[in-house]
């Protein structure tokens, strides 16, 4: 009997250890010219850390600006490239394995985000504007990022003329994850994405020079809500998977439609439960909602500008806004069309309460860098206007809206960096007093940024407006047009009250002196002052451009 029993166990091993005719996984299959642009800034970033590991300390600063700078011109000669070469029309697809889209939205959104970090690289790089310590030229950032603020540990590495070059890298990994945030075509990628580009600005903002304190309670501040964030879009795409059974944007914009027609048995008692779509979509916006600093998710956005570095603020306000912008855009037009219905009246409220808190609250505010920390949420209202849309001129004045925007901020920043005291940076708007009188070329260049801001013609800020309204009327939103209009003249009023102080207030004897910086934080200011006139007085060769780009692949 046991011999019968161990030849049938016998038998049972010899039929499992038989070659099962099992499909075999085939290797990916990845479209690396498609995909160039964030392999550069990527390999870049690697090579970056490579670079702090090996290069000694005083040749670093230059290697690491000199890779970083070539890395995003690299990448955006990378993005021209695809462009020229039609992928973002004619020969728009899907990349990865399903998992990037390679169009027109996309390549203009990477070109924005490459070009805006580009010139934020240069008020990184800035090294004229504080006196100089033991001999060493100092930068915005920390000696060494480790040492407990105000140690002896910290001053040792002052007097050693220490610098924090890893900012570099960690700006390279942050442009990474936002290239390919408005470029994900599912889920997981969006998520991964995310991360990417989350966890460096999370250190960035944590590794000022002076006020140290005060950046790291930014940076904790930030990362806490920011992985509450995370948190709720992670759960959302879990319920989104529950719903459709797939994280692809064109298998759930399916199933939404009610276009899929091979079925499983598990999906389709999951199918017509619109609770797990009607949530899931809910916690996916709110994560990208927040980090586009709309309300009622806007609550890190001013303490986390004011406590980071300068530098890194007008780089994160800048390219953080267009990647988020874009995965919106690509997620409400892609994915939930077959939903418009229910989510435009949530953005409708969420639109109107941005627009009105930004621009009511920025005019308590006495920091400057808090005051543009609420303008930004007001203009996040503004383009949430286009977004609402929902019409291919609502995606291309998005699109332009978000180019001009980047540049405006940028050169903003790097204008509150010039204005300094014994402790630094002069952030007060009472030390702005007199400005105009002290400085009068500082001065008139943060005036045409605030005009900008406030959408007054003939600069970028009016023609964008212009656009996303008009965008936002010809799509049945003509209410939320006439809020807009009336949040812009609020805005208007601390922009131009900012103005009359720097111009038409006595200066104070003790009041802030203007640092003469390099001729890399000038270049940063004079891109930024270029693009706002030529946006503004001949904007529409960018609005063409803007609308050949509007179109998604699916």
């Known amino acids: 009997m046991n011999a019968a029993a161990a030849e049938a166990v016998h038998s049972l091993w010899t039929t499992a250890a038989e070659p099962a005719t099992v499909d075999k996984i085939g290797a990916p299959t990845i479209e690396y010219t498609q995909l160039a642009p964030t392999l550069i800034v990527v390999g870049a970033a690697v090579l970056g850390i490579l670079l ?24 955006f000669a990378a993005v021209v490239g695809l462009a020229v070469g039609g992928y973002g029309s004619t020969k728009a697809g899907i990349a990865a394995m399903g998992a990037i889209a390679v169009d027109g939205p996309a390549l203009f959104l990477q070109g924005t985000i490459l070009l805006a970090s580009l010139v934020a690289v240069f008020t990184f790089a800035e090294r004229r504007l504080d006196p100089a310590h033991h ?23 002052v007097r050693a003329g220490h610098t924090t070059t890893e900012v570099f890298p960690l700006m390279l990994f942050a442009v990474g994850g936002m290239l390919v945030f408005p470029a994900a075509n599912d889920l997981l990628t969006l998520f991964i994405a995310l991360e990417v580009f989350s966890l460096p600005l999370y250190l960035l903002c944590a590794v000022a020079r002076r006020k140290r304190l005060m950046s790291q309670e930014a940076a904790v501040k930030y990362f806490l809500l920011g992985a509450f964030s995370s948190a709720f879009l992670l759960f959302g795409v879990a319920l989104l998977y529950g719903y459709a059974g797939s994280v692809s944007y064109a298998r759930i ?54 406590g980071a570095p300068t530098p890194v603020t007008g780089f994160m306000a800048a390219a953080t806004k ?11 037009y892609v994915v939930l069309p077959g939903l418009t219905w229910d989510w435009r009246p949530v953005m409708w409220g969420v639109a109107v309460v941005t627009m009105l808190a930004g621009a009511v609250i920025a005019i308590t505010q006495t920091d400057i860098k808090r005051l543009l920390a609420y303008s930004s949420i007001a203009h996040a209202g503004f383009i949430l206007a286009g977004v609402i849309a929902a019409t291919p001129d609502g995606v291309s004045s998005v699109l332009f809206y978000l180019g001009a925007y980047s540049f405006v901020t940028i050169g903003a920043f790097a204008v509150v960096t010039l204005v300094r005291d014994a402790g630094g940076e002069a952030t007060h708007l009472s030390k702005w007093a007199g400005l105009g009188r002290r400085s009068p070329l500082v001065a008139a260049v943060f005036a045409v940024f605030l005009l900008a801001f406030a ?50 207030s006595e200066p104070k004897p003790e009041g802030p002196t203007v640092a003469v910086p390099s001729p890399l934080t000038m270049t940063a200011i004079a891109v930024g002052v270029a693009v706002t006139l030529v ?20």
């Not at 009607?278 to 609550?299: D, N, R, S, W």
Request: net charge neutral; charged share 15%; glycine share 10%.
């Open 455 to 504: 959408g007054i013609p003939l600069t970028s800020g009016f023609t964008g407006k212009f656009a996303v309204f008009k965008a936002a009327a010809e799509g049945g939103a003509g209410a939320l047009v006439v809020v807009g209009v009336i949040s812009s003249a609020i805005a208007a009023f601390f922009y131009i009250r900012v103005i009359v102080l720097m111009f038409f």
């Open 135 to 157: 001999g060493h030229r100092v930068d915005s950032f920390a000696a060494e990022a480790a040492a407990v603020p105000g140690s002896e540990h910290e001053k040792a590495a």
């Open 535 to 554: 946006l503004g007085v001949a904007p529409q060769y960018f609005l063409d451009l803007a609308g050949q780009a509007g179109v998604f692949v699916r």
């Open 322 to 332: 267009v990647a988020a912008f874009g995965a919106l855009l690509r997620l409400l």
């Open 52 to 75: 702090e590991a090996f290069v000694p300390r005083r040749a670093r600063y230059y290697a690491q600006v000199f890779l970083t700078v070539v890395a995003l011109a690299a990448a």
């Open 253 to 306: 914009a399916d199933v939404v439609d009610g276009s899929v027609t091979a079925v499983t048995p598990a999906l389709a008692e999951t199918m017509g439960n619109d609770v797990l779509l009607l949530i899931g979509t809910a916690m996916v916006l709110m994560g990208l909602l927040f980090k586009v600093g709309a309300v009622p998710f806007h609550m890190w956005t001013p303490d986390v500008y004011q």
